[in-house]
């Protein structure tokens, strides 16, 4: 017997039963109604500001104008151009997140000492805003690029770290002993027992770090770059083409949807129940 299938015996997938056809188009109907309700909404607010003369310079605002800009900036190219920079920066701040986050959980779920020291200190920085460190960020990073990865990985390391440390903590200690009878070297109880137990923490951590580093990538962008979401809604703002400030929140949205559905996914293939 293996040691994976030996600290695992008893536990199993958890395979949900099969879903009906109903069952199937009844979240999409409801996902489209949503969407309905969302966009009559918008469609309303844009009707009220194009007809009062005091506001009707910001009309562009409505969804007309900004779908149109949208389908403008694909079919010109200009979108992906625009959207590139952003993911890259995300990339590279939440790799960095995850690098520190994860370790850094594992230690303080797996080690009293560790999780005593850490508390109060990372609760502290913990709730300090990631764009507080901006000015920091400029001062020590040689370019606008790298200032941006830090912010964001501020922002998404916290959510890794502490996700991490819970999925540790609910690993079985029964588990453990197994492994070490079995005589299983540390890397060998951390790659078959500790990271696929906390593998639905880990990715549920990520996935909120993901959201919030999503959030402060615009006011981010705000910096010195000339690339990128958080310019595009500046340059638009600065520019008075509120049309296609609309359409690059629509993108910002769509985006960070499309991501946080990549995390949902992983989570649910990656979420599993113990039995007895």
Same mark, same amino acid.
């Given at each position: 017997m293996t040691l994976a299938a030996a600290v695992t015996r008893g536990g199993r997938k958890a395979l949900p039963p099969p879903l009906s056809l109903r069952g199937q188009l009844l979240p999409l109907g409801n996902a489209a109604l949503g969407i309905g309700l969302l966009l009559a909404l918008w469609w309303l607010g844009g009707w009220v500001i194009a007809s009062n003369p005091a506001t009707a310079n910001f009309a562009g605002f409505a969804p007309g104008p900004a779908f149109a800009q $949208? #389908? =403008? $900036?694909?079919? %010109? %190219?200009?979108?992906?151009s625009t959207m590139l920079p952003s993911l890259g920066r995300i990339g590279g701040g939440m790799a960095w997140a995850i690098l520190l986050g994860v370790p850094l959980g594992i230690a303080i779920g797996r080690i009293p000492a560790v999780r005593n020291l850490t508390h109060v200190p990372f609760q502290f920085l913990r709730m300090i805003s990631p764009l507080s460190w901006m000015p920091i960020a400029v001062l020590s990073f040689a370019s606008w690029d790298a200032a941006i990865v830090f912010l964001i990985a501020a922002a998404a390391v916290w959510p890794v770290t502490f996700a991490t440390a819970n999925g540790i903590r609910k690993i079985d200690p029964a588990w453990f002993k197994v492994a070490r009878n079995l005589g299983a070297r540390s890397w060998q109880m951390l790659a078959q027992i500790i990271l696929p137990a906390a593998a639905q923490d880990v990715l549920t951590g990520i996935r909120l770090a993901l959201g919030t580093a999503w959030v402060v990538l615009v006011p981010a962008e705000y910096l010195g770059v000339t690339s990128g979401l958080g310019y595009a809604i500046n340059d638009a703002r600065d520019t008075l083409e509120y049309d296609r400030l609309a359409a690059i929140v629509v993108v910002i949205g769509a985006v960070g949807f499309l991501l946080d559905w990549i995390c949902l996914t992983l989570i649910k293939r990656y979420s #599993?129940? =113990?039995?007895?």
């Open positions: $949208l #389908w =403008r $900036l694909v079919a %010109g %190219g200009d979108l992906w #599993w129940t =113990r039995e007895g």
